[in-house]
Each structure stands twice: as structure tokens, then as C-alpha cells.
């Protein structure tokens, strides 16, 4: 009996985005796709910022707790170095990188992988957060998720930083940031 390999010079790939708040289940979801490939028998990888040690310096770990072994990287491009054998390749947090983010996911689409990106779509003021739209504009599949705003139980798509600290990237505990809707959600000033 002849054992089928994933072979990812013959077939086309793509990229996949999974964007929206903070405690809106960004990772849990990237995590569950790459145990559905790993499943499959495919070579998964996963990347994630060396800024991001919140919970993990080896893992990506969701706010549920779940985690996923990980590479540590500095720049996107690395991902393009490690990832030849790579079937599937996830990044979370993609927020926390460069906007070379968006070349390397396309060559890595292009040469035939399955490219899983998650990370927020949006800053604590409710702004586009590069480089997820550029992302968005160039990915297959798009799924955005929300989580439960903790003042009225709404739908939430924003993040609120509880603290008033000016700089756009702030690495911080669970005790700094909400999920709010729309309404609820207090714009800086």
C-alpha cells in the first residue's frame, strides 16, 4: 500500500486570517486548525514575535489557557528561512510585526503552503493595526471573531486599554485591556 505525501510543490496555497479583539479567541482558533492539520499528518509550524512573552516564551497560549509549541522570531523574514519544510505555517500575533509580514505570508503562499495568520485588526483606539488590513486584502479566507463586552454582554469588536499609557504597542496582563462593543467603547483621547 502506497502511503500519500503532502506534497507542496503541486499544490497551491493560500492564506488564511483570523483577526478581531483582544479575548475574542484569535489563538484558540489558530490553535485548533493547526491541530486539525496536524491530525491530517501535515508538518505544522508556528511562528509568533519574540515581544510577545506574556504567558509564554515557547508556546502561544490562549487566554483559555490552551498552547501550541512555537518558534521565536525577531522579523518576518525568518519565517521564510525556517519554514521550507513546513505544510502549514501559523503566526499569531501578527500585529507585533513588520509590514514585511505581508511578503513573506504571499511567498509562502505561493510556493504551495496553507499560511494561518491571526492577531488584532485593530489598536486600542479602534484604528486599523497594520499590518492585518493589508492581510485581509490579500488572504483566501477571512474569519473574524468577537468576543462578549464586559459592560453590557453585547457583541464586542474593540479592545480597551483600561490604563492611559500613549504608546500604540503595550504588552500587558489581562487586567489592562476590555473587550467592549461599539457603544461601550470609550475612544483616547
Known amino acids: 500500500m502506497e502511503i500519500l505525501k503532502y506534497n507542496t510543490s503541486d499544490k497551491t ?3 488564511e486570517i483570523i483577526c478581531g479583539c483582544m479575548y475574542s479567541g484569535k489563538t484558540e482558533e489558530l490553535i ?3 491541530r486539525r492539520a496536524q491530525i491530517a499528518k501535515q508538518t505544522v509550524e508556528i511562528y ?11 508556546h502561544i497560549v490562549s487566554h483559555s489557557e490552551q498552547s501550541f509549541p512555537s518558534i521565536v522570531v525577531d522579523d518576518a523574514f525568518e ?3 525556517r519554514a521550507k ?7 499569531d500575533e501578527a500585529q507585533f510585526f513588520k509590514m514585511n509580514l505581508v511578503d513573506v505570508c504571499e511567498e509562502l503562499a505561493n510556493g504551495g503552503k496553507r499560511v494561518i495568520v491571526a492577531g488584532l485588526d485593530q ?3 479602534a484604528k486599523s493595526f497594520e499590518p492585518i ?6 488572504a483566501e479566507y477571512i474569519t473574524k471573531t468577537l468576543a462578549i463586552c ?3 454582554g453585547s457583541p464586542a469588536n474593540r479592545t480597551q486599554r483600561i490604563y492611559d499609557v500613549k504608546e500604540r504597542v503595550v504588552i500587558g496582563s489581562k487586567d489592562m485591556y476590555e473587550a467592549r462593543c461599539r457603544k461601550c467603547f470609550v475612544a483616547p483621547k
Open 13 to 15: 496555497g493560500w492564506i
Open 32 to 34: 485548533r486548525r493547526l
Open 48 to 58: 509568533k514575535p519574540r515581544i510577545d512573552n506574556r504567558y509564554s516564551s515557547t
Open 79 to 81: 519565517i521564510l528561512q
Open 85 to 91: 519544510n513546513a505544510h502549514v505555517v501559523g503566526i
Open 123 to 125: 489598536d486600542y483606539k
Open 133 to 138: 488590513p493589508q492581510l485581509l486584502s490579500i
Open 150 to 152: 464586559v459592560v453590557c
